[in-house]
Nanobody, 123 residues
Framework: QVQLVESGGGLVQPGGSLRLSCVASGGTLDYYAIGWFRQVPGKDREAVSSISTSEGSTYYADSVKGRFTISIDNAENTVYLQMNGLKPEDTAVYYC????????????????WGQGTQVTVSS
């Protein structure tokens, strides 16, 4: 069973940057699509970005294109989300999740979830 642990969240001023990390154990990310989702209380969960080594693909929500960058270190079984130019509307709990394909991941048919890390963008 894959376990996912996120870190790197925190409080940052608008325009600032954070880098989120998601470490996977119990399985290799070589065979999974892995992505970042975010959720604000009272709103639907939003897919932010995903990456798949086996498919050679990445995805970004329109709201984060040009500001966020997803990357993966297969040797360390870790996926990163570099977030630049942060805006107050980026405030949310960020979760990483895995699925067997990007299509399954982005449709919400995920296999494993982390516990989330809070990102707050405020002056």
């Amino acid at each position: 069973q894959v376990q996912l642990v996120e870190s790197g969240g925190g409080l940052v001023q608008p325009g600032g940057s954070l880098r989120l990390s998601c470490v996977a154990s119990g399985g290799t990310l070589d065979y999974y699509a892995i992505g970042w989702f975010r959720q604000v209380p009272g709103k639907d969960r939003e897919a932010v970005s995903s990456i798949s080594t086996s498919e050679g693909s990445t995805y970004y929500a329109d709201s984060v294109k040009g500001r966020f960058t997803i990357s993966i270190d297969n040797a360390e079984n870790t996926v990163y989300l570099q977030m630049n130019g942060l805006k107050p509307e980026d405030t949310a709990v960020y979760y990483c999740a895995t699925a067997l394909s990007s299509a399954l991941l982005l449709s919400g048919l995920t296999d494993y979830w982390g516990q989330g890390t809070q990102v707050t963008v405020s002056s």
